[in-house]
């Protein structure tokens, strides 16, 4: 069963994968349509071609570059689809799925130092250096020249929210009842962050959160925008200057110039360490979890949830309720399978059959921006990486520049929602 019977989760479209035509919906990611036609392995590694496959379903990983349309180098968790999209894998000889070159990977078991080989003859050496220029790089020229984007007009907004997750939701609910003009800006299609994974834990907030915050925002005269990722942060003169690239029509650059900014940019998809958990299969538990209650994704008829704590057991009934057998385990030791997820061993001889793993666990803080602007970091132990210093009401070192939610370490969507809600509070100046 790759989807739930409802018939909204039907495909209305067919896309083209190297060749093939695989059902899809209108407006899906790639990588999702693919998830759902039972056909995890979309690309190989740079070094070794081992077979990849999306693993956070969030565009932060980069395990899912394909070729669309005559483009190299897109997303497919973030590209959508259409009727007649034609895909294709990148680095591989003459795809993905059945790459030539994967033989690098089965020859190299114990690893491969490819700045000593070949090195024993100037004649060899130069005939090494040439093979190893053609492999390298990603991808091939674009078909057509790229559209070169507008010159930004200067924007300016009482608040900048950088994230539209519960911390975001919470500061751009506080900032709008103040009468603030905010600008509440995310990467994803939709708002809502973790929500979406529709886990519905104790004292989770609804989301239905999601549109009252969004009209709120728009009748304090501000704005809400969608697939717009934040490039960069600066200082120009005293103040902070940030760079958009909206996707959503009418796609470009946005410049702006808000007068606080918070940031609620939440974390990174986290892989498992585990040996070969690169394999196609293996999932950020939440990018699972959205795929499912979105697009209707059932990845696979057996799973393995990785990790302890309520939001492991929330995915695993969510699995369960789709179809999926699953097992909970703690940690694992090795994925078992090569070209997709035949099981996982647990370190003592024990082995378990699945095809997908789902890994569950606290997000790596996503401290970019902050950094950039010189706010300073720390150590959480809980999400196990750096994490931006805030006070308790969101102050960073930084004037006019606000931390909350994940993006200060670990912690439940009630508790960010309430994190964001005390930094929109302290931003209204």
């Given amino acids: 069963m790759p989807r739930l019977p ?16 695989v059902p899809a919906r209108s407006g899906e990611p790639i990588a999702t349509a693919l998830l759902s036609a039972g056909l995890p392995l ?64 089965l020859a190299t078991p114990h690893g491969l130092d490819h700045h000593h080989l070949g090195t024993s003859g100037l004649t060899l050496n130069r005939a090494m250096v040439a093979f190893s220029r053609r492999l390298a790089g990603l991808g091939r020229f674009p078909d057509g020249p790229l559209p070169v984007p507008a010159t930004p007009i200067e924007e300016r907004f009482d608040a900048l929210v950088i994230g539209a997750g519960p911390a975001g939701l919470g500061a751009a609910e506080a900032l709008a009842a103040a009468g603030r003009r905010v600008l509440l800006a995310d990467s994803e299609p939709r708002a809502g962050g973790r929500l979406r994974c529709q886990y519905q834990l104790p004292g989770e907030p609804a989301l239905s959160l999601v ?125 078992l399978g090569r070209g997709r997820v035949r099981g996982v061993a647990d370190g003592s001889g024990g082995e378990f059959r699945c095809d997908t793993v789902a890994v569950v666990g606290p997000p790596a803080p996503a401290t970019d921006l902050a950094r950039l602007l010189g706010a300073p970091v720390a150590f959480e132990a809980a999400a196990a ?15 006019d520049l606000y931390a909350a939610g994940e993006v200060t370490g670990a912690m439940d969507a ?13 931003a209204r100046g």
Wanted: aromatic share 2%; net charge neutral; hydrophobic share 45%.
């Fill in 211 to 335: 549109t009252g915050v969004e009209a709120r925002v728009r009748e304090a005269g501000g704005a809400v925008a969608l697939e717009t990722p934040v490039l960069g942060l600066w200082l120009d003169g005293g103040t902070v200057v940030a760079l958009l690239h909206q996707h959503a029509a009418p796609e470009g650059l946005r410049l702006v110039r808000p007068r606080r900014v918070i940031l609620c940019a939440g974390g990174t998809a986290v892989p498992a360490v585990i040996e070969d958990g690169d394999r196609p299969g293996v999932h950020w538990g939440r990018g699972l979890a959205v795929a499912l209650a979105e697009h209707g994704t059932v990845p696979g008829r057996q799973a393995a949830v990785l990790g302890d704590g309520d939001e492991a057991g929330a995915l695993s009934a969510r699995l369960e309720a789709a179809g999926m057998g699953v097992i909970r385990m703690v940690a694992a030791s090795r994925v």
């Fill in 385 to 399: 990486a750096f994490a931006v210093t805030a006070d308790a009401d969101g102050r960073t070192a930084v004037p």
């Fill in 42 to 105: 979309l690309a190989r590694s740079a070094k070794y071609h081992r077979p990849r496959g999306p693993f956070c379903l969030a565009g932060s990983c980069q395990a899912c570059l394909v070729r669309v349309d005559g483009q190299p180098n897109l997303r497919a968790c973030r590209t959508p689809c259409a009727d007649g999209l034609v895909v294709q894998t990148q680095h591989a000889i003459p795809s993905a799925a059945h790459d030539l070159l994967g033989v690098i990977d």
């Fill in 6 to 21: 409802d018939p909204c989760f039907a495909p209305d479209c067919t896309i083209l994968v190297d060749g093939r035509e």
């Fill in 414 to 426: 009630a508790r960010a929602v309430e994190s964001g809600r005390r930094a929109g509070e302290a």
